[in-house]
């Protein structure tokens, strides 16, 4: 029997499907991707959504921060993973000041993210004071999915990744934050390294599901970034990045022989040439 066959079924994700999950309890798996080849592998393995998460600005551009992506950024690295892409649901981040100055530059730019790519749903930072914002988009047909807790755009304002929400007054508002973005018409919410309890408790209170990430076992799904999964963000070692391989490693291992075998001479071989 071939290997290459995936293990389960292909099917088309959408919005409705994901929010079908929840009702069903079937946990939504997602992982971020921001090139060709990831993407492929991902959606040839069933992956359920794939994130272009503005985390590229820290894995793929190296810049301390989210806050320098542009809108241009998110939309090259998306319209590499929307060509490998046949079932999953893709998902765009809307980088920092894309969407929160007015109701027309948010409309503009989640716009072009839905024309120019072509993909299922768009991504922002925020609760309640995004509502009116997000219910503007979902009304003109822009499929949005929330984020709370830990929202790397606002570090400014934070001042540390640490968990949040670890406050009763804090926790109370997220759950508020929560409540109306769901009234707004999002699909889903991303959970950003909030206590379990918390995310258990927002979970419980939504019909929409909730995506967790440094959120514990009670999210309708998880999320990780997939250089963080993979081991090659080595230094970066949160309690809750499972790693699911050491490519860090593996990839210096390859960079090694090969810089050895340029040097001795021992490659290309006569086999390797034309
Ligand atoms: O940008 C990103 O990758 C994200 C996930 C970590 C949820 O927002």
Redesign the pocket.
């Given at each position: 029997m071939s290997t290459a066959q995936p293990e389960h079924k292909p099917r088309v994700v959408t919005t409705r499907s994901v929010m079908n999950m929840k009702k069903t309890g079937e946990r939504i798996s997602?992982l971020?991707a921001y090139d060709f080849l990831v993407a492929r592998y991902l959606d040839q393995v069933g992956i359920d959504i794939i994130?272009v998460?503005?985390?590229?600005?820290n894995v793929v551009q190296g810049h301390e921060t989210?806050l320098p992506v542009t809108v241009d950024d998110m939309i090259y690295h998306a319209k590499a993973v929307k060509r490998a892409v046949k079932n999953a649901l893709i998902v765009v981040?809307m980088p920092f000041m894309s969407y929160q100055n007015s109701l027309d530059e948010a409309v503009r730019n989640c716009g072009r993210v839905m024309k120019e790519v072509g993909v299922g749903a768009v991504?922002l930072?925020g609760g309640a004071f995004i509502a009116d914002i997000v219910r503007h988009l979902v009304e003109i047909g822009i499929p949005v999915m929330g984020?709370l807790g830990l929202t790397?755009q606002a570090i400014n304002k934070f001042g540390t990744y640490e968990v949040r929400a670890t406050e009763k007054s804090e926790a109370d508002r997220l759950l508020r934050d929560a409540k109306s973005l769901q009234d707004a018409g999002v699909f889903s919410i991303?959970l950003?390294k909030i206590p379990t309890k918390l995310a258990k408790r927002v979970t419980e209170a939504l019909d929409v599901p909730t995506?967790g990430?440094g959120a514990g076992p009670h999210c309708n799904g998880q999320?990780?970034?997939v250089y963080d999964m993979l081991g090659l963000t080595e230094e970066f070692k949160p309690r809750f990045v499972r790693r699911y391989g050491e490519l860090a490693g593996e990839m210096r291992k390859a960079f090694t022989r090969y810089i050895k075998d340029v040097k001795s001479g021992d490659f290309p071989t006569t086999k390797e040439s034309y």
């Open positions: 997602v971020t994130l998460g503005d985390s590229l600005g989210t981040d991504k930072e984020h790397p991303v950003e995506i990430i999320v990780l970034v």
